[in-house]
Each structure stands twice: as structure tokens, then as C-alpha cells.
């Protein structure tokens, strides 16, 4: 596989499931970021990791939790959420924090009942 | 704080014109970055535009890029239906993208 791939495409969850969203780059990348997209609103984001260290959490409440294992890889858990937190959920990746541009994967559409 | 707009939010073309997007930011910033979107797709990057007075051509889309009057526009010429996407323009504030509401292009015969 090549690029940025997010798993699984498609989420349909209850507010109190617990699940994750998986995120995997390969482009040798050292930052990894997570978006949220909803309708008629721009990109928000969320969080940013460079070198496997958080580097941004943009006020983002705590039933998401980040996790970066590695350089490689990203995760979102989600834990007791809300029907507005149903969005298009992107993951991304650079080069390193100041590298000018971005590569997203194609994202994960989050319904939450 | 940084905001980004964008306009227009919706245009509808016919094939074969020319039209304008543009996209304007409310702080200095001399990095701004132009990606299309399809539908259930992801963000797909066309340009990227460092300094000022950048431009940047590819087929019948050319961005450019004015930090003094803090605007960026993405010229479409001769449209095509395979242009209609949602075009996003994002500015790069203090190593953070922060993202333009989006341009929904949609082209037709």
C-alpha cells in the first residue's frame, strides 16, 4: 500500500461503544495530524504528533484520545460520543511540523446513534 | 486569530468558461496551500505557494498567491465536468493549517 490509509472507511457507533480509528502512512513521514471534517463547516484540527511527541491538542474533549506508537502509525479512540461528533474524520501526514505540505488519507465516516 | 474565507461557496459553470476562487486570510502569512476534494474522497493537494507573488500552473487551474493583500485566487479556464469538486484553500499560521470553508465547483455541458 502506498500513501496514507485510514481504517475502517465506514463507523457506526452507539454513544457508549468504544472503537478506534487506525491511521498508516507510508511516505517515511515523522508528523502525523487528525481532522475533523463536518458538514458545512472547514477542517478542523485536532491533533498533531512530530516524532511520535504530541504537538497540538486544539481543545479537543477527552472521549478522543490520541495514541502514535510510532512515526508510522496513528490512532483516534473514541470513547461515550456524541451525536454531533459524527463527521469525516481525516488523518494526515508531512514530511515533519514545518514541512509545507500535507498528505491525507481518505478518511473515516464516523456516524454516531 | 487566523480566519479564512473563501468565495464563492458554491458556482455552477458551464463547460468551456472561466471563472475565479478566492480565498482570503485575516493574518500574515506567506504559505498557503490549494486541495480539491470529491465526494466521499479525500483531500488531494494541487498547490502549494511559498512566498509572494507565487504562481502555479497545472492543466486549466493556476493559483497565485498575494501576501500583501492577503489573498490567494484559483483561476479555472476552460472549465471541464471533471473539475467539479470542492476546492479548499488553507494558510499555514505558526506551523497550524487553517482551512477556507470550501468552494463546491460543479460543472455542466
Known amino acids: 500500500e502506498t500513501g496514507v490509509t485510514q481504517t475502517p472507511r465506514h463507523l457506526v457507533m452507539g454513544m457508549t461503544n468504544k472503537k478506534s480509528l487506525k491511521c498508516e502512512q507510508h511516505l517515511g513521514h515523522n508528523a502525523m495530524y487528525w481532522y475533523k471534517q463536518s458538514a458545512k463547516k472547514p477542517l478542523e484540527l485536532m491533533f498533531v504528533?512530530?516524532?511520535?511527541?504530541?504537538?497540538e491538542n486544539n481543545s479537543v474533549p477527552s472521549r478522543f484520545s490520541p495514541e502514535c506508537p510510532n512515526s508510522s502509525h496513528l490512532f483516534l479512540h473514541l470513547h461515550t460520543l456524541q451525536p454531533e461528533d459524527s463527521a469525516l474524520y481525516l488523518c494526515?501526514?508531512?514530511?515533519?511540523?514545518?514541512?509545507?505540505?500535507?498528505?491525507f488519507g481518505p478518511g473515516t465516516r464516523l456516524t454516531v446513534l | 486569530e487566523l480566519k479564512v474565507e473563501q468565495n464563492p461557496l458554491f458556482l455552477s459553470m458551464q463547460e468551456g468558461k472561466n471563472y475565479t476562487i478566492y480565498c482570503n486570510y485575516s493574518t500574515t502569512s506567506d504559505r498557503l496551500y490549494w486541495y480539491r476534494q470529491d465526494p466521499g474522497k479525500s483531500l488531494e493537494s494541487l498547490f502549494v505557494?511559498?512566498?509572494?507573488?507565487a504562481v502555479k500552473q497545472e492543466g486549466r487551474l493556476m493559483a497565485s498567491l498575494d501576501t500583501k493583500a492577503r489573498l490567494s485566487t484559483l483561476h479555472i479556464t476552460a472549465a471541464v465536468h471533471d473539475l467539479s469538486a470542492t476546492y479548499f484553500c488553507?494558510?499555514?499560521?505558526?506551523?497550524?493549517?487553517?482551512f477556507g470553508t470550501g468552494t463546491r465547483l460543479q460543472v455542466f455541458p
Open positions: 504528533y512530530n516524532f511520535k511527541e504530541q504537538t
Open positions: 505557494l511559498l512566498s509572494n507573488g
Open positions: 494526515a501526514s508531512s514530511q515533519d511540523r514545518l514541512a509545507p505540505e500535507q498528505f
Open positions: 488553507a494558510v499555514d499560521n505558526t506551523d497550524k493549517l487553517i
